[in-house]
């Protein structure tokens, strides 16, 4: 089992453009989540989704968009990166709401 | 608002010098307290949950308790290669999401 896998690894855009991080996981879980990790602040919840087709706001939602067409991947978009999106990002899944296992991480730049 | 505090926010031990992690929690109806470990560079690894006040769980050198407001997480003799960023992180009830502490940082000199 590959885990949780996230692409690219890294990323660097200039403001204004546009990008996708692919998450998939082969566990079979329900749940997936989006985080971004920001020095001094933790992880925060970008969005999550509960099933496939369904998406929710997290803690940070402004300037990202997510889709889940498929109950294995879980889309991450920036429509118009700033650099106030220069973060690590982190996908996550699990079963039903219970521990969360993490991908390796996207780390993206905004210049 | 589900809160949750982690001290120290660093903490330089010798090696085999034990000591604890807190992670003290506030949550409408607690469904489960994990902790995880990341290192540099890493996505957070899983280590523990706890669902209720009282209950404990090991793994190597390291201890996690629950109690009705906290937890700590007891690292035992530790070895550099412990020496990681651990996060707390608690469910409320009726809650899909978990929230995170902003991490417990441990360095352990050789």
């Known amino acids: 089992n590959a885990g949780v896998t996230q692409t690219p690894k890294f990323r660097v855009l200039k403001t204004g453009q546009s990008m996708t991080l692919l998450c998939a996981q082969d566990?079979?879980?329900?749940?997936m989540y989006w985080y971004r990790q920001d020095p001094g602040m933790g992880l925060r919840l970008i969005h999550y989704s509960v099933g496939e087709g369904t998406t929710a706001k997290g803690e940070v939602p402004d300037g990202y968009n997510v889709s889940r067409l498929k109950k294995q991947n879980f889309l991450l978009g920036l429509e118009s990166a700033a650099p106030s999106q220069t973060s690590v990002y982190f996908c996550?899944?699990?079963?039903?709401?219970?521990?969360?296992?993490f991908g390796p991480g996207t780390r993206l730049t905004v210049t | 608002e589900d809160q949750v505090t982690q001290s120290p926010e660093a903490l330089r031990l010798q090696e085999g010098e034990s000591s604890s992690l807190n992670c003290s929690y506030t949550v409408s109806g607690l469904r489960g307290l994990f902790w995880y470990r990341q290192d540099p560079g890493k996505g957070p690894e899983f280590l523990f949950t706890?669902?209720?006040a009282g209950e404990e769980k090991e793994k190597e050198r390291l201890k996690a308790t629950l109690t009705k407001k906290e937890s700590f997480l007891h690292i035992t003799a530790p070895k550099p290669e412990d020496s990681a960023t651990y996060l707390c992180?608690?469910?409320?009830?009726?809650?899909?999401?978990?929230?995170f502490g902003k991490g417990n940082q441990v360095v352990v000199i050789p």
């Open positions: 996550a899944s699990s079963d039903r709401g219970n521990e969360q296992y």
């Open positions: 566990m079979n879980h329900e749940y």
């Open positions: 992180a608690v469910r409320a009830s009726g809650n899909n999401r978990l929230a």
């Open positions: 706890l669902y209720s």
